[in-house]
């Protein structure tokens, strides 16, 4: 083998750029790691500059590059904003990965208005926001998307009412737009993740024992970015540890 083939090999997404929101903390640290190992050039997305500047420099420690954009997905606007200042500074936009999420454990019948919408806004609608503005470049080089749902898009969870019916709705999402983009071969794909050790599980199931890291999740990020087969699109891959 030589060593063009192997640092290719090794390096399989050099030269491309990955978009991984709600990158400040768990799945989506350790996914822009993941990334970056692979080689891509990571814009590190989220609302807290501090954070993500903290696993910007961990992305540096592994001999990756990246990047923050402080990014409020509900914002469209934002969104595009955002996404015109990655292409100005990044490489081809190659992966999305739309990780940011938010959690509510409340009785259905005390849910507000305001609550309700948040929920929906950034589970659902930042996943729309973020992949509408990179369509463009994810047509050019074949890209891929991953959207993270959860075990609660594919089941209902008592207390949990806001966020199942968010993530049931990011699972209709990646199914209606892998048949949209079948032709101009980007791949579209969910990973649904049972119990994973994060802050969100802690607040949307306090007392729940996580049966993964959030590295477990990242490494399938990892496979569906890159190893998966272009064929494979549509789908909800379970990882329930």
Same mark, same amino acid.
């Given at each position: 083998?030589?060593g063009?083939?192997a640092s290719a090999?090794?390096?399989?997404l050099?030269?491309?750029?990955? *978009?991984?929101?709600?990158a400040?903390?768990g799945?989506?640290?350790?996914? $822009?790691?993941?990334? +970056?190992?692979a080689g891509?050039e990571?814009?590190?997305? @989220?609302?807290?500059a ?5 696993v910007?420099?961990?992305v540096?420690?592994v001999g990756?590059?990246?990047y ?5 997905v509900?914002?469209?606007? +934002?969104v595009?904003r +955002?996404a ?9 936009? $190659?992966?999305?990965?739309n990780?940011a999420g938010a /959690?509510l454990?409340? %009785?259905?019948?005390?849910i507000?208005?305001?609550?309700w919408?948040? /929920?929906?806004?950034v589970?659902?609608?930042?996943t729309?926001?973020v992949?509408? @503005?990179f369509?463009?470049?994810?047509t050019?080089t074949?890209?891929?998307i991953v959207n993270i749902?959860s075990?609660?898009?594919r ?5 949990l009412a806001?966020?199942c019916? =968010?993530?049931?709705?990011v ?11 079948r =032709?101009?071969?980007?791949? /579209?794909? $969910?990973?649904c ?14 007392? +729940?024992? %996580?049966?993964?890291t ?6 399938t /990020? ?5 190893? @998966? %087969? ?8 379970? *990882?329930f540890?």
């Amino acid at each position: 083998m030589t060593g063009e083939r192997a640092s290719a090999e090794a390096r399989p997404l050099a030269g491309r750029t990955a *978009v991984v929101t709600g990158a400040s903390r768990g799945i989506g640290r350790a996914t $822009a790691l993941r990334l +970056a190992e692979a080689g891509a050039e990571v814009a590190l997305w @989220a609302r807290d500059a501090g954070a993500l500047q903290r696993v910007a420099d961990e992305v540096a420690a592994v001999g990756g590059r990246g990047y923050p954009f402080v990014c409020d997905v509900t914002d469209s606007a +934002a969104v595009d904003r +955002a996404a015109d200042e990655v292409r100005r500074a990044l490489p081809p936009v $190659a992966v999305v990965v739309n990780n940011a999420g938010a /959690v509510l454990r409340k %009785p259905t019948v005390a849910i507000n208005d305001t609550e309700w919408r948040q /929920v929906m806004a950034v589970n659902v609608d930042g996943t729309f926001h973020v992949t509408r @503005a990179f369509l463009p470049d994810l047509t050019r080089t074949g890209g891929r998307i991953v959207n993270i749902s959860s075990i609660a898009g594919r089941e209902g969870t008592a207390l949990l009412a806001a966020y199942c019916a =968010a993530k049931h709705a990011v699972i209709g999402l990646t199914r209606a737009l892998a048949e949209e983009l079948r =032709a101009a071969k980007v791949s /579209v794909n $969910a990973i649904c993740p049972g119990s994973v050790d994060t802050v969100m599980l802690r607040e949307g199931m306090p007392g +729940a024992r %996580p049966d993964m890291t959030p590295d477990d999740i990242a490494r399938t /990020v990892l496979f569906l970015a890159h190893a @998966a %087969p272009p064929a494979l699109t549509g789908t909800c891959i379970d *990882v329930f540890g």
